[in-house]
């Protein structure tokens, strides 16, 4: 697929435009009830080993609260393997959203969200109160505000690359790794270590594979979108080429 493609797809997403269903699955996870009424299976575990322990989980007013404070060795997510290979089609793209606060989390970040594709391409997220560790891309820093709700969302045309937004804007531009095969997704508190332990809360978390059809207003304002896009990644390499100019790492 090409890449102006992807960005026509990529800002009909922006622009509110229609998303027909893409095949096989979108699956949402609103916070109505436990993450396992829409097929998801909990994992959690201490340093005694799978299903010993576990996080203090609560439920109420749609958010899912999670305390692993009391001990680093804790994990305790959500994962999803059975909804049907993770690949694209012919114009489809792979979304995930959610929206997530952070109250407290050890240095190495400890809520997590991670994707795996069918055949082998992994994106993996650790959170901090202040940024997301991108576990996938030699664990680059993405910053974001600390202490409130943000909303993440993650576009990607290929499963290769992706796009990534907060609150609606375009913060990063990354890369998924080639790992192990397998269509994986999921979420939660992931880290196991002795620096891993949080206080987070999460208000809701959905996956799929979207078709944009553009209305003719959206093709229109397509071109625009365009133009920015290529202003924007411009400007990217411009800021690192000064950067290694000056000796910066």
Excluded: C
Aim: no cysteine.
């Amino acid at each position: 697929m090409s890449r102006v493609t992807s960005v026509g797809m990529l800002a009909v997403l922006l622009l509110g435009g229609s998303l027909a269903l893409g095949e096989p699955y979108w699956i949402d996870w609103d916070g109505s009830d436990w993450p396992e009424a829409v097929g998801y299976t909990r994992s959690w575990g201490n340093w005694d080993g799978a299903h010993q322990g576990g996080a203090y989980r609560t439920l109420e007013n749609g958010i899912l609260t999670y305390d692993s404070l009391y001990d680093p060795g804790v994990w305790d997510s959500y994962n999803m393997e059975d909804f049907g290979p993770l690949e694209l089609g012919t114009g489809e793209i792979a979304v995930i959203e959610w929206r997530l606060k952070v109250d407290q989390a050890y240095s190495g970040g400890d809520p997590g969200v991670g994707l795996n594709s069918q055949d082998g391409w992994n994106l993996g997220y650790a959170f901090t109160e202040d940024h997301i560790r991108s576990l996938s891309e030699n664990y680059l820093n993405i910053p974001f505000v600390p202490y409130v709700w943000h909303d993440y969302r993650v576009v990607s045309p290929d499963l290769r690359t992706y796009d990534l937004f907060i609150d609606g804007e375009l913060v990063h531009q990354g890369t998924l790794e080639q790992t192990f095969p397998g269509s994986l997704v999921g979420f939660g508190d992931a880290g196991q270590n002795f620096t891993s332990g949080s206080l987070h809360h999460w208000d809701y978390f959905r996956f799929g594979v979207v078709s944009p059809e553009p209305s003719a207003f959206q093709l229109l304002v397509l071109l625009w979108v365009i133009v920015w896009r290529g202003a924007r990644r411009a400007s990217f390499a411009h800021a690192h080429w000064r950067g290694a100019a000056g000796g910066m790492s």
